[in-house]
């Protein structure tokens, strides 16, 4: 596999069975003040339980990102308690990414949000790979980068200012890094990050553009100019740099997908739809969001027992989406003919 062998399991990804078993959850994970209610708050927490990093008493960069219904990102940088906890915000219907040194390990739906669910816990497994087992030069340390002495540090303590959401100081301290070493690709797609971040779309443009003068195979930089030229409606230069991303990267689902929507928003349905297709065989669940998007071209186009059978297929992994009952009418309105159930 193209992409990082570090093994992360799902370990528990369950809604609150009770009200005060989460609060006490969240009061734990987040830390508590005095008079809280963490019934009534909203909240995505849990906890990345690290196995097999004592061997080497390195961590690599682990970030949690919290993609809310709005398409809004919230980031966090986990250090050896493997705590993070997004608090006051609704998680409802978005979607938990774990990165690793800047590449996508796992992405998971979150249910939506009723009056009884307002917080939502997801746990994770992150295994270090075992040196003793793996042949040299394998993809596993593909996109790692060596630092050492002054350089590591600036970037242990860029890494926690992150996770103290202070990004004025991780852009200094990033910026600083990259001015002793313009090779260190992953710092450049740090500071890209914290670009966007702020939309701040032209900083963020050019660290990605920097992060690929030193890595030209740096899929996770391709992927986010492809999502900048996205918001900026440059669809064509999105298409060919997304286009590079999955080459680079052809496991990356989240690629795929940005490349689906880029190639229907160039109205190239037939490509954007095998783009999709893609995103969901390389994560079912996490890219559940790509059949919505082909059933609503499959229903521009009038093919509407077709865009039933998308909405069927996602409601089967996403049972409790806030439109669910919509998409229900839809399908009963318009259902699917009988081989394509």
């Known amino acids: 596999m193209k992409r990082l062998t570090f093994l992360l399991v799902l370990c528990a990804a369950t809604a609150a069975q009770a009200e005060n078993t989460f ?3 969240a009061s734990e994970i987040c830390g508590d003040s005095a008079g809280s209610n963490w019934n009534a708050d909203s909240a995505v927490f849990g906890r990345i339980t690290l196995r097999g990093f004592e061997r080497s008493g390195k961590l690599p960069k682990i970030t949690v990102t919290l993609i809310d219904r709005n398409r809004s990102e919230h980031r966090y ?3 050896r308690n493997g705590n993070y906890c997004f608090r006051g915000i609704d998680g409802g219907g978005g979607q938990i990414v774990v990165d690793v040194e800047e590449n996508e390990i796992i992405r998971r739906s979150l249910p939506s949000s009723t009056t009884q669910l307002r917080q939502h816990r997801q746990d994770f497994e992150l295994n270090a790979p075992d040196d003793r087992q ?3 030069s394998t993809v596993s340390a593909r996109y790692s980068y060596p ?8 970037f242990e303590r860029a890494a926690e200012a992150e996770r103290k959401k202070d990004r004025g100081t991780a852009v200094k301290l990033l910026k600083e890094l990259v001015g002793k070493d313009a090779k260190d690709f992953v710092a450049w797609g740090r500071l890209g990050s914290i670009y966007f971040e702020q939309s701040d779309l032209k900083a963020a443009e050019a660290a990605y553009t920097k992060a690929l003068d030193a890595r030209p ?3 996770f930089g391709m992927m986010n100019l492809g999502r900048i030229y996205l918001v900026q409606n440059k669809v064509d230069a999105a298409i060919e740099i997304l286009l590079r991303s999955t080459q680079a990267d052809p496991t990356a689902p989240r690629a795929f997908q940005l490349l689906g929507e880029a190639y229907l928003l160039a109205k190239k349905g037939t490509l954007g739809v095998e783009a999709l297709t893609e995103a969901i065989r390389l994560d079912p669940v996490g890219m559940a969001e790509c059949h919505l998007l082909m ?4 229903d521009r186009a009038g093919a509407r027992s077709w865009a039933s059978r998308e909405y069927q ?3 089967k992994k996403v049972p409790d989406h806030a439109e669910k ?5 839809y399908i009963k309105d318009n259902p699917p003919e009988p081989d394509e159930q």
């Open 217 to 219: 195979d740096f899929g």
């Open 313 to 315: 297929t996602f409601l």
């Open 325 to 329: 009952k919509k998409f229900e009418k």
């Open 23 to 25: 609060a006490q959850g």
């Open 295 to 298: 059933a609503r071209l499959y």
């Open 147 to 154: 630092r050492e002495g002054e350089n590591a540090a600036l």
């Open 77 to 79: 940088t986990i250090d």
């Open 134 to 136: 793996r042949p040299p």
